[in-house]
């Protein structure tokens, strides 16, 4: 992600994001160790284990790296047949997929907001274990995920219009 692409204060949450997508997959890897060494081991298991991983750390793995991954480039683009066309073709089109883009995210965003109210009210659980836990905080989890996409599309769009079509995240990718 280049640091100058956004604002400091966004540039800092998405990076905040990325080291908790990180730890929650690091403690994924340790529960999976523990688990399947007190399998073999013991012939017992964590109760619930799966459904931790599941319901919290799948979650908060990929919604809190998702702004980091979009824009740093690794997700794939379909850059190669954009170049074919001029330059002004291929502004037009990127800033006309990248609106796409930000109408679904928008869409995505208010739809899990009012999932995450709607299961806030009916205190959606799960069982694991003999506990049970709440579900309905990864609901509000997938909204900030994709608001901070929206934020991040906004800013970029405007970027990109602002300067002509000369900034853009298109730019970085590798050659084929």
Do not use: H, W
Request: charged fraction near 10%; hydrophobic fraction near 50%; charge should be positive.
């Amino acid at each position: 992600m280049n640091e100058n692409q956004f604002n400091p204060i966004i540039s800092n949450v998405i990076k905040v994001g990325m080291y908790i997508s990180g730890i929650a997959i690091l403690i994924m890897m340790v529960m999976t160790v523990i688990d399947v060494t007190l399998k073999a081991l013991f012939s017992s298991t964590i109760p619930g284990n799966y459904l931790y991983v599941q319901n919290y750390l799948m979650p908060v793995a990929f919604f809190c790296g998702l702004p980091y991954v979009f824009f740093t480039g690794i997700f794939p683009r379909l850059d190669l047949l954009i170049k074919r066309f001029s330059k002004k073709v291929s502004i037009n089109i990127m800033i006309s997929v990248l609106v796409i883009e930000l109408l679904v995210y928008i869409l995505i965003t208010y739809y899990s907001f009012s999932y995450g109210l709607y299961g806030l009210r009916e205190n959606i659980t799960f069982l694991a274990g003999v506990n049970s836990l709440p579900l309905y905080p990864m609901f509000f989890l997938v909204t900030i995920g994709f608001a901070m996409l929206t934020i991040c599309l906004i800013l970029t769009l405007r970027k990109m219009i602002k300067t002509n079509g000369e900034f853009t995240f298109f730019n970085n990718t590798e050659e084929t």
